[in-house]
């Protein structure tokens, strides 16, 4: 989420420590000085292209074959990138080597990981884009319980986010993608706990029905062993390990013809004991230049990698940087039979050894290989007749497999595409649509020969076992003209679905849940399947993805997005969970609460708004008629009120109860109950949550200091302002001209958002000021930073008010580990609140994590956290740091009230209502 600018008008100019910090920061007002202004900005290649093409007169016939360029670019990757999104090397002449390169290479790949960004990148890059296999790599969940330094998304919106991150590095490297249906419920220490919460048996059999859908010739994955965190890699590894075995054999039918891949290898991360099987270790470099690429693979690796910026995964690099990449050859089929292999001689590759070809004819494929080196040297006409002849020569060949001839024919048809010089682009009239609607579709073709070309419109499919939608066939023959475009209508059918993301399911019960629902990255994109004509010869060409193309005001600059299929009316909530503080003390009010539906209609017009609410519980007004413009989501808001006899009720925390409410279109009549969530990044795809309109309200008894001011300090992304708000509190947002000149005594407290350190500069330079705030009477509330709070420092953090501290790896995961007080009589647990042991109940995700290593006696360190789990045993303070400054107070938060405010976890707001009041 991008930081609101600032103007400076009317205020005194910024002194010279602040013009510097402003330069670091590229947001330099109007009348700074000129020694300071002015960058150059990089400029993507397409925006490069593009003005080449508007450079050149048309007289020197430059700019046609420049612009042909750009189409093909964008035809032949499934249409255009996001404008920030890394453009990766699909000009034809570059794509026309690459195609070649993987008809050269038979075999498949397998890779399975646990996560987003688990993947070797480097790998990946030599294997796909410089060696030509086919990888598909299988990531089990979505990273839903990451962490996100771009933007609020948690829990099933993040893993949109990082699944749209993942498709982008996908696209890039070269590498196929698919996801099962495991939900990433944040770090682990067990392996066990992952079982247990992941179901073993299903997640094995996703992995299983891969293996023989896919049919590898190999399967990679994880490390199965090690001490420490993340053993969610571990467990992703020891299920493959098994599925690797269960899919050669006829157990569970049900998923697919068995299929034994020959071996099966396990990443090593770190040097371990192999010297009882030296030969079975295999390292493969990927530091090597490749020419096409432009880069070596580790580097274009990275540059795939540097999609996962939710991650903090775009990082600075060395020069050329290298790598080498290390497995283990754990498994092999011999036979009937999985073994422990035992080789004569070291491998050098994962396919040293393996009999690989595509046909059962070596003479075929010899004059095929003939046929496509003299077409790597042709040009024109000529390049186009050795395809087509290598094409002739083996459609007829009995192929070694199915797989064989299905990854053969589609490669083939991209370079006869290629060759050819076919460029395809289909755009939709907008982004979203709704079940029933007309569409318009412009299509877009070119061709360097005399074609015929048959498009059918495919829409995202209304079941798993149901056909996907087809619209209507639409027919070009270019008849000696190289373009041809046209727009046609397609209506849309009133039952189809919505085809944008579901919440992936908690738990390992697969109950009536399809894994296949959430297998694909773009889960229910349209698409266009071409089929095309040449001289007699039928290809059936890749489906290409229909987009829409939209302008970023704020840039301005264009984007692309998907055409999905969305509710309408749309009725969601932002949050779930809503806390409803029972205030107790002097002044308290009645109990209520504000809740607020958002509502949309792609058609705008009337939408009425009905809640439904439990006996006892009252709303206002009993419904609601808003009136959004088309495609804007405006808000419903309702006063919520709870039963008297909640008030009266001894227990500090009431009963959850489930609040819903439905939203009719007055013109239409149409209902839902249901709405989306956007989950837009400029490094992406947009992309949307199919999110549910019901509230779960949680009552609790707070009692509150009155009077607070307190001033927020926005860090990489969390719900504080919102949960200050909900305990009374309006959190002034403090910019850089507050920070760093502003007077900070018009603040009691200050709360620094999550990872603050890191992407504020402007907290970092105003550090003195705040410490001498802090000096007179202020209470600095930081939210857990990593390792950018240490600032490079070994011994101490340049940000903490006394020597020896810093930020360490410490973290409590389970969220119902036990908590120790360290200081019963402090305020932080005595006032207004007395914080008791339910207070710790109920938390979600995890406890805390980057714990402050602390050494100096003035903090006191208020609780002991303890994991149960063997990896990561042994007591753990720093979670919870109070540093008494003068006649202030600094308090480090590592407990992971970002996590638990949103979750309208009671304790966790009785807590912080105490941490305010220090």
């Excluded at 490669?411 to 009239?429: C, G, K, T």
Aim: hydrophobic fraction near 40%; include cysteine; charged fraction near 25%.
């Amino acid at each position: 989420m991008s930081r609101p600018t600032h103007t400076y008008e009317g205020r005194r100019g910024p002194t010279p420590a602040r013009w510097a910090f402003l330069w670091r920061r590229r947001r330099l007002p109007q009348g700074a000085p000129q020694q300071l202004r002015g960058t150059v900005p990089q400029l993507e290649p397409r925006t490069l292209l593009l003005g080449l093409i508007h450079m050149f007169p048309p007289a020197l016939g430059l700019a046609p074959t420049l612009a042909l360029c750009l189409t093909l670019s964008l035809a032949l990757t499934g249409g255009p990138a996001l404008a920030h999104a890394p453009t990766a090397p699909t000009d034809p002449i570059r794509q026309f080597e690459l195609s070649l390169r993987e008809l050269e290479q038979p075999g498949r790949i397998l890779y399975v990981v646990a996560h987003p960004d688990d993947e070797d990148s480097g790998l990946l890059a030599r294997l796909c884009r410089g060696e030509g296999h086919e990888l598909l790599l299988l990531t089990l969940t979505r990273g839903e319980g990451g962490q996100n330094e771009v933007g609020t998304e948690l829990f099933d919106a993040l893993g949109v986010l990082r699944s749209r991150e993942l498709e982008a590095s996908s696209n890039y490297i070269g590498n196929l993608q698919r996801f099962s249906r495991a939900f990433e419920f944040g770090y682990s220490f067990s392996v066990e706990e992952t079982y247990d919460l992941w179901g073993y048996e299903p997640i094995v059999r996703e992995i299983v029905a891969t293996i023989r859908d896919f049919q590898p010739d190999v399967v990679l994955t994880m490390w199965p062993g090690g001490p420490g965190g993340g053993q969610h890699h571990q467990a992703s590894a020891r299920m493959t390990y098994d599925a690797f075995e269960i899919a050669g054999t006829d157990r569970w039918p049900e998923l697919g013809t068995p299929h034994r891949a020959s071996r099966l290898f396990q990443q090593v991360r770190r040097d371990i004991d192999n010297d009882h099987a030296p030969e079975r270790l295999v390292a493969l470099e990927t530091g090597q230049y490749d020419a096409v690429l432009g880069s070596t693979y580790q580097e274009f690796g990275l540059r795939g990698r540097e999609s996962h910026q939710c991650q903090g995964m775009a990082r600075l690099r060395e020069v050329m940087p290298t790598s080498t990449s290390r497995w283990y050859w754990a498994r092999e089929w011999s036979g009937s039979t999985v073994r422990e292999p035992s080789p004569a001689t070291a491998l050098d590759h994962f396919f040293s050894g393996l009999d690989l070809t595509w046909t059962d004819d070596p003479k075929s494929e010899a004059k095929v290989a003939r046929l496509l080196e003299e077409s790597r040297r042709s040009e024109g006409a000529d390049k186009l007749r050795r395809v087509r002849e290598a094409f002739e020569e083996l459609k007829s060949t009995s192929f070694a497999s199915a797989s064989r001839e299905e990854t053969w024919r589609r490669r083939f048809q991209r370079l006869v595409a290629l060759s050819a010089q076919v460029a395809i682009e289909v755009r939709a009239d907008r982004r979203l649509a709704a079940a029933g609607d007309e569409l318009d579709i412009s299509i877009g073709l070119f061709s360097s020969e005399e074609a015929e070309l048959k498009l059918e419109i495919v829409g995202p499919t209304t079941s798993i076992e149901g056909s996907p939608w087809s619209g209507p066939a639409i027919q070009a023959e270019l008849d000696g003209e190289n373009t041809w475009k046209d727009t046609v209508s397609i209506q849309l059918p009133q039952s189809m679905e919505p085809s944008i993301a579901r919440p992936v399911p908690r738990g390992p019960a697969v109950g009536d849940v399809d894994p296949r629902e959430f297998a694909a990255p773009t889960w229910g994109a349209f698409y266009a399947k071409p089929t095309l004509t040449l001289d007699g010869m039928t290809f059936d060409l890749e489906p290409v993805r229909i987009v829409n193309q939209e302008l970023d005001a704020e840039l301005p600059q264009t984007f692309y997005s998907d055409l999905h299929v969305v509710p309408d009316p749309s009725i969601r909530t932002k949050n779930p969970r809503v806390p409803l503080p029972l205030f107790d003390g002097p002044g308290a009010g009645a109990a209520e609460t504000e809740i607020t539906w958002w509502v949309s209609s792609l058609k705008g017009g009337e939408i009425e708004v009905v809640p439904s609410v439990p006996p006892g519980w009252t709303i206002e007004p009993a419904s609601r008629t808003v009136s959004p413009r088309p495609g804007a989501e405006v808000p419903a808001k309702f006063t919520l009120r709870p039963p008297a006899s909640l008030r009266d009720d001894a227990n500090p925390t009431g009963p959850e109860v489930i609040i819903a409410a439905r939203a009719r279109h007055l013109e239409s009549g149409e209902e839902s109950r249901v709405g989306y969530q956007r989950v837009e990044h400029r490094h992406i795809r947009p992309g949307a949550l199919l999110v549910s309109s019901e509230f779960t309200i949680t009552p609790f008894r707070v009692e509150m200091t009155s009077g607070l001011r307190v001033g927020f300090v926005e860090g990489s992304g969390d719900q504080m302002p919102a949960a200050l708000n909900v305990l009374g509190i309006e959190a002034v947002p403090m910019s850089d001209a507050d920070l760093l000149e502003g007077d900070l005594d018009r603040f009691d407290v200050i709360v620094t958002g999550v990872r603050a350190y890191k992407v504020r500069e402007d907290l970092a330079a105003a550090q003195p000021r705040l410490m001498e705030w802090v000096e007179r009477g202020g209470t600095l509330l930081v939210q857990y930073n990593k390792f950018e709070f240490n600032a490079g420092e070994q011994v101490s953090s340049p940000f903490a008010p006394f020597p020896e501290t810093k930020v360490g790896r410490r973290r409590v995961t389970d969220p119902a580990s036990p908590v120790v007080v360290n200081h019963a009589d402090h305020p932080v647990f005595a006032q207004p609140n007395r914080i008791v042991p339910g207070d710790w109940e109920g938390w979600v995700q995890e406890r805390g994590l980057y714990f402050l290593d602390v050494t100096d006696p003035r903090y006191l360190d208020l609780i002991t956290l303890e994991d149960p789990w063997p990896l990561n045993a042994g007591p753990k303070g720093g979670a919870l740091v109070d540093a008494p400054v003068g006649e202030g107070h600094w308090v480090y938060v590592g407990v992971g009230l970002f996590r638990q405010l949103p979750a309208a976890v009671p304790g966790a707001y009785r807590l912080l209502a105490n941490l305010l009041a220090l």
